[in-house]
């Protein structure tokens, strides 16, 4: 999960903006010298959430996320592999993402890598650009702990199954086989999983779980450390 650092993107200093992107892209490149394969690309920290138009409300989403992919395309050719991509759209914490921003996060991208599509000789109007698109369908980030120091899911979670769909189905008009992810499954109770099979969601991201049991392990083990 290759995310975008938002504060140092929009800070005032000059030359932070670039930094905040060529830390993504070095971060790409590490990790397929690592020998990584899936790769989640999320510029979504960085919407515009005050504008109203959805082109401009996703600009710097898409110049950026298309940087990344690009580096990840032609690193992955260069290394004689296959990967995944994963594209996000629709910060979490904030409304939930519409169709109208999936297709044109999506064609955004296609657009600004014009020429890699050229260079590789992939048409991704009608090849997908990206394998999963990570909507912002009402979960969250993490979770909280009770008295004994147990995960505590959150409740009353609601999850726009609908939206997911719509999105999903908005693809294959397309021609385009791009299945949906949850930017955050983390917290959210596992029971409401199998309400996902038909609505096109194919993937849930969980990574503060790994690092809740990470930071468990350094104050067991390693209270130095924690």
């Known amino acids: 999960h290759n995310q975008i650092n938002a504060k140092k993107f929009y800070s005032d200093t000059p030359g932070d903006r670039d930094k905040a992107l060529q ?7 590490f990790a397929l010298a690592a020998g990584f394969t899936s790769f989640a690309t999320d ?5 515009e959430v005050e504008k ?23 690193g992955a050719r260069e ?24 297709v044109a996060y999506y064609q955004g991208l296609v657009e600004e890598l014009q020429d890699l599509s050229q260079e590789l000789g992939i048409d991704f109007t009608k090849e997908p650009l990206i394998d999963v698109i990570a909507l912002n369908l009402g979960t969250s980030h993490g979770y909280s702990f009770d008295d004994n120091d147990q995960l505590k899911p959150y409740t009353g979670v609601t999850i726009n199954l609908e939206r997911a769909r719509e999105v999903a189905a908005a693809f294959k008009q397309m021609g385009l ?29 969980i990574n503060t779980d790994w690092q809740a049991i990470t930071w468990k392990v350094l104050q067991a083990y390693h209270p130095e450390v924690y």
């Open 177 to 205: 086989n791009i299945g949906v992810a949850l930017h955050g499954f983390s917290g959210t109770p596992v029971e409401i999983a199998p309400q996902f099979l038909g609505t096109g969601i194919i993937k849930v991201n």
């Open 79 to 102: 290394l004689g592999i296959e990967v995944g991509n994963e594209g996000e759209v629709g910060d979490i914490g904030t409304e939930i993402s519409t169709v109208e921003e999936a």
């Open 52 to 74: 109203a138009d959805v082109q401009e409300r996703l600009a710097q989403v898409i110049k950026t996320g298309a940087v990344i992919l690009r580096t990840i395309y032609q």
């Open 43 to 47: 510029t979504s920290t960085i919407t």
């Open 23 to 29: 830390e993504a892209v070095d971060r790409a490149k």
